[in-house]
């Protein structure tokens, strides 16, 4: 996985009010891509989220999304192809799976499942990729910080 | 194999309550396969487990070691050091690595992090089927290589039940009945007329209704 495009929590620093920091793990062939695209056209979404480059929603890991969680952040976006559509056949489908099994251990130990959603798209579909964010921001304002943020800033996380 | 499934987050909070400093140990072996103690699950449990203390307000350290095998001395050996600077133990091994840790380590509390369910083999893409009771004097010659004594509902060493259809065992639609597939099997390789023998009751002595077990092979000894 590669580089970040923006800077979450920039607006938060400057205004010194929380703002949700959220991941968006995005696959090479279709979100990365309609991010790309919506940056390009000049499309206008919340600067709350950093994307990292995944080659597929399929190599996307439990353990990173639990480690971001663990880490502070307040919101994960895992973003891949339409059904049907992977490049890999059903990397996108196993995320799925993976996504909904954490979901049920976030419910299970409070941190609540909607910190976490899947979405599919194209890589034509920016403005849907814009929505999603908003979407996902939108949902993280109102359920506010993820309460780890505060020790994990103090530097109790171990990993 | 031995097929084993995780305990779910909630119960492993309970049982671990009274530590601040455990070793969570997995197990190279079965329970990798069956995708339930392996590193990868020991790493999972742990960002669960350490999140779900301190969202509880008692943050928990939690050290991490997954070993080839935790039913062999030999390989358990190694951890004393690391059971030694922790207050328990969480093993995610099946149920006799599980003991093994806890006769080895007499001063530390250990658990099962896992349900250890029963003998088996993976059917499709995780999921998992039992073929095997481990009853000790082994049966399947006779009936195809398809054991009814673990795969029959009822256990019927003379079936099928008046309930069987060829779909399906009449106690579970999702369940193939084992007697249809004996009488595939046998049929297939030529050897129906064993359906013809009654078998009679089973010797249950060597099977686990005597108490726990134990084999001793002297060929093998030093
Ligand atoms: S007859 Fe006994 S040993 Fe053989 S497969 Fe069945 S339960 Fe296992
Ligand atoms: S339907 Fe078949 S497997 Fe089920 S109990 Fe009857 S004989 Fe056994």
């Known amino acids: 996985m590669t580089a970040a495009h923006t800077q979450p929590g920039a607006s938060a620093a400057n205004k010194g009010a929380w703002e949700p920091e959220i991941i968006a793990f995005c696959c090479n062939y279709c979100a990365y891509a309609a991010a790309d695209l919506a940056g390009a056209q000049r499309m206008q979404y919340p600067p709350n989220v950093r994307v990292v480059h995944s080659p597929c929603t399929g190599k996307i890991e439990m353990e990173h999304i639990l480690a971001a969680l663990e880490k502070g952040i307040d919101g994960v976006l895992v973003a891949g192809c339409l059904e049907g559509g992977c490049h890999f056949i059903e990397g996108n489908l196993r995320a799925k799976h993976r996504v909904e099994h954490i979901r049920g251990i976030l419910d299970e130990i409070g941190i609540g499942a909607d910190r976490l959603r899947m979405v599919n798209l194209s890589a034509a579909m920016a403005p849907t990729f814009v929505e999603r964010v908003r979407e996902i921001v939108d949902t993280v304002t109102n359920l506010g910080p993820n309460p780890l943020k505060e020790s994990a800033q103090q530097g109790v996380v171990s990993k | ?222």
Not at chain 2, 142 to 171: D, H, M, Y
Not at chain 2, 173 to 196: F, S
């Open chain 2, 1 to 222: 194999m031995i097929v084993a499934s995780p305990k779910p987050v909630t119960e492993l909070k309970e049982i671990v309550a009274a530590h601040d400093k455990i070793l969570f140990v997995g197990c190279g072996t079965c329970v990798t396969v069956c995708l339930a103690g392996g590193e990868r699950e020991v790493g999972i449990y742990s960002y669960a487990m350490r999140m779900a203390r301190r969202l509880a307000g008692r943050p928990i350290d939690i050290e991490q070691v997954t070993i080839e095998r935790q039913c062999e001395n030999e390989f358990i050996k190694d951890l004393a050091p690391a059971v030694e600077r922790n207050q328990a133990v969480l093993s995610f091994a099946c149920g006799a690595g599980v003991q093994a840790l806890a006769e080895r380590f007499l001063n530390r509390p250990v658990y099962a992090a896992l349900n250890t369910q029963f003998l088996g083999i993976l059917e499709d893409q995780a999921v998992w089927t039992e073929k095997c009771l481990g009853c000790g004097d082994c049966m399947l010659a006779q009936f195809g290589g398809i054991c009814p004594v673990t795969r029959c509902a009822k256990r019927l060493l003379n079936g099928p039940c008046g309930g069987s259809t060829e779909e399906c065992c009449e106690i579970d639609k999702d369940r193939p009945c084992a007697w249809q597939v004996i009488y595939k099997r046998l049929k297939g390789i030529g050897q129906l007329d064993r359906l013809e023998q009654i078998v009679p009751p089973k010797d249950w002595r060597p099977a686990w209704h005597g108490g726990a077990r134990k084999i001793i092979r002297q060929e093998h000894r030093v």
